[in-house]
């Protein structure tokens, strides 16, 4: 097994941990250090908290939530497809539309079941 290969990756992951850690290290070193009690309090905003941190949403939010984390991955799945589309030939093309049907079922279900409104 060729180590060489490994390389790059391995330079990816320590410039990506540089450009990360790097930036936090200067401010950390070079920043200035001038406590204040309005600096160490929690932010809220710029006017004061009215409700307890622990307040219930309501599940619509959350429900809108999920159904743009799942469309979103959804449509992140055809991304790979649009690139080797010459390469799948028709059962591929033929495969990605009935995924794409059964999701605009399912899009067409959420919308009539209102589950995208918002009031």
């Given at each position: 097994?060729?180590?060489?290969q490994?390389?790059?990756?391995?330079?990816?992951?320590?410039?990506?941990?540089?450009?990360g850690?790097?930036?936090q290290?200067?401010?950390?070193?070079?920043?200035?250090?001038?406590?204040d009690a309005e600096?160490?309090s929690?932010y809220?905003?710029g006017?004061?908290?009215f409700?307890?941190?622990?307040?219930k949403?309501d599940v619509r939010?959350?429900l809108?939530?999920?159904?743009?984390?799942?469309?979103?991955?959804?449509i992140?799945f055809?991304?790979?497809?649009?690139v080797a589309l010459?390469?799948?030939g028709?059962?591929?093309f033929?495969?990605?539309m009935?995924?794409?049907?059964?999701l605009i079922?399912?899009?067409?279900?959420e919308?009539?079941?209102?589950a995208?409104?918002w009031e």
């Amino acid at each position: 097994m060729n180590l060489d290969q490994y390389l790059p990756v391995l330079l990816f992951i320590l410039v990506g941990v540089g450009v990360g850690v790097a930036p936090q290290v200067l401010g950390r070193l070079l920043g200035p250090v001038r406590p204040d009690a309005e600096k160490n309090s929690p932010y809220e905003c710029g006017f004061e908290a009215f409700e307890d941190a622990r307040m219930k949403f309501d599940v619509r939010y959350y429900l809108v939530a999920i159904l743009f984390i799942l469309f979103d991955l959804e449509i992140a799945f055809l991304f790979p497809w649009a690139v080797a589309l010459k390469d799948v030939g028709a059962v591929g093309f033929w495969a990605v539309m009935i995924f794409l049907s059964i999701l605009i079922v399912g899009f067409i279900y959420e919308w009539k079941k209102g589950a995208l409104d918002w009031e």
